[in-house]
C-alpha cells in the first residue's frame, strides 16, 4: 500500500496526489505496525529480524516509512515534499522486503530457529 501510494505521489501532479497522500499514510502505518509484530512478537522466531544485516536493513525501513509517512502526512500540495516522501517510502519498502529475504537466510543457517518452537509445540498445545 505504501510503496504504491509512493509512486502515485511522485507521478502525480501534488494538486492531485491527496488520494495518494493519503493512502502513503495509511501504508506507512500498516507497515510499521507490521514490522513491529513481526521483530518483537513472535518470541525466539523475531530474533533473526533484530540482528545482523536484516535487522539494519529493517531498522532503515522503519526510519525511512516513518519518514515517508512523516512527509506524506505534512507534505500538503508540495511536489518537492511529495517526491522526497514517496522516495523515502519506496527506500523503506525495497528494505523492507530484503531485511524480511536476509532475515529467512539467517533462520535458516540456524536450526533453533527450526527446532525450538518445533519442540516447545506439543508442551503448549497440550
Known amino acids: 500500500l505504501a510503496s504504491g501510494a509512493a509512486v502515485g505521489m511522485i507521478a502525480a501532479p501534488a494538486t ?9 499514510v495509511a501504508g506507512a502505518a500498516l507497515e510499521l505496525a507490521g514490522c513491529h509484530r513481526l521483530e518483537h512478537g513472535l518470541g ?7 540482528t545482523g544485516r536484516a535487522g539494519r536493513l529493517l531498522r532503515a525501513a522503519r526510519l525511512l516509512t516513518a519518514a515517508g509517512g ?10 518537492v515534499v511529495s517526491a522526497l516522501a514517496g522516495a523515502a517510502l519506496l527506500g523503506g519498502s525495497l528494505a523492507t522486503r530484503f531485511g524480511v529475504f536476509e532475515a529467512g537466510v539467517a533462520s535458516a543457517k540456524d536450526p533453533k530457529y527450526t527446532v525450538v518452537p518445533q519442540r516447545e509445540r506439543p508442551a503448549r498445545d497440550a
Open 44 to 50: 525466539l522466531v523475531s530474533e533473526p529480524y533484530r
Open 70 to 79: 512523516l512527509g506524506a502526512l505534512v507534505g500538503g500540495r508540495s511536489r
Open 16 to 24: 492531485q496526489a491527496g488520494p495518494a497522500r493519503r493512502m502513503a
